[in-house]
């Protein structure tokens, strides 16, 4: 049996149950122009997956339903459909604060070299990955030459007003660790990120945002292959922090994949668990009801522990800024 499905038994994680939905972040799909080690969802240039028309019209009416204040964008490179810019601007269009979740070299992309303007245009706000400061390793994480590609994608995007602190448009990094530690303390990294940037390419970013990568899909399977996926669910475990829990991004957010079925989070999307504790069928959006899921009990497992470990870990970085 793979190791990694052993992540859906059941596990000792403390229950934790849903508050008012205020998030909605939406898988547009897998396809992708970079294959970075640490992807969660396997994501890469010959996925083929992508949210149909249909689904997104469902989205839009689920969206005018609700008090949901945020749309979190993310895939792959949510930029890649089709209808990414019909999407941002209707939601938009309803005050609704759109997140986009890039990969930065996309955006220097012969394909796409109008969507830094449009971003910000529209004000959407950019949460970027850029798993380290330094060349080699980037590049390593994510593949040759995409250090170099992202820090001119950064220089434009500060060019339009993107990370320029205090009142420019938000333009958040994002830090992976290289393996199966835990990332340092968010504050002091992002320091090191903001005078190495400045001093060496001249750019200004909002905030880091640090995640802990999780031990599924394309990282599980990598630590499987080297035989450290025990230990590190270990070093989660251990590392347990009850205090987080109270700050969890899945208290009020929900995920949906490109196919429109509904999520506690983007990792239980990743490992197919039904949105909440007791379910074992999977729902569409079609068929949820917002008005009942405020106090539902969350689907939990092992891979929770990756969010609450030292520091704390979700889409948006640290969850205590001061980790022990």
């Not at 001249?202 to 990598?222: A, H």
Request: proline content about 5%.
């Amino acid at each position: 049996m793979n190791p990694t499905r052993s992540l859906l038994f059941p596990s000792d994680f403390p229950a934790i149950y849903r508050q008012a939905l205020r998030v909605l972040q939406l898988n547009l799909g897998y396809l992708c122009n970079l294959s970075c080690v640490h992807c969660h969802v396997n994501a890469g240039p010959k996925r083929t997956e992508l949210m149909s028309a249909d689904t997104l019209e469902h989205i839009f009416s689920f969206l005018q339903q609700t008090d949901v204040t945020t749309l979190d964008l993310t895939g792959g490179a949510p930029e890649m459909h089709p209808a990414f810019k019909a999407l941002v601007t209707r939601c938009r269009k309803l005050n609704i604060r759109v997140i986009d979740r890039c990969n930065l070299t996309i955006l220097e992309d012969p394909r796409y070299l109008d969507l830094a303007e449009f971003l910000a245009e529209q004000e959407v706000e950019i949460i970027a990955s850029l798993p380290c400061y330094l060349e080699e390793n980037v590049d390593k994480q994510r593949g040759k030459g995409v250090f170099k590609t992202s820090i001119s994608a950064l220089q434009r995007l500060n060019a339009l007003g993107y990370g320029q602190t205090p009142h420019g448009l938000s333009l958040n990094l994002v830090y992976n660790p290289q393996g199966a530690v835990l990332p340092p303390a968010q504050h002091e990294l992002e320091a090191q990120y903001q005078q190495y940037l400045a001093e060496h390419y001249g750019i200004s970013f909002t905030k880091l945002l640090v995640m802990t990568n999780m031990p599924i899909q394309r990282f599980g399977s990598t630590l499987v292959s080297k035989g450290c996926f025990a230990s590190y669910l270990t070093l989660l475990k251990t590392a347990f922090r009850d205090d987080n829990l109270t700050k969890l991004m899945c208290l009020d957010s929900l995920s949906i994949d490109w196919q429109g079925y509904v999520y506690d989070c983007d990792f239980n999307q990743m490992l197919a668990m039904p949105l909440g504790a007791s379910a074992v069928n999977r729902i569409h959006i079609t068929e949820l009801i917002p008005s009942l899921l405020a106090g539902k009990a969350i689907a939990t497992a092992e891979h929770c522990y990756g969010c609450t470990a030292g520091q704390g870990s979700s889409c948006g970085g640290a969850l205590n800024l001061v980790q022990e």
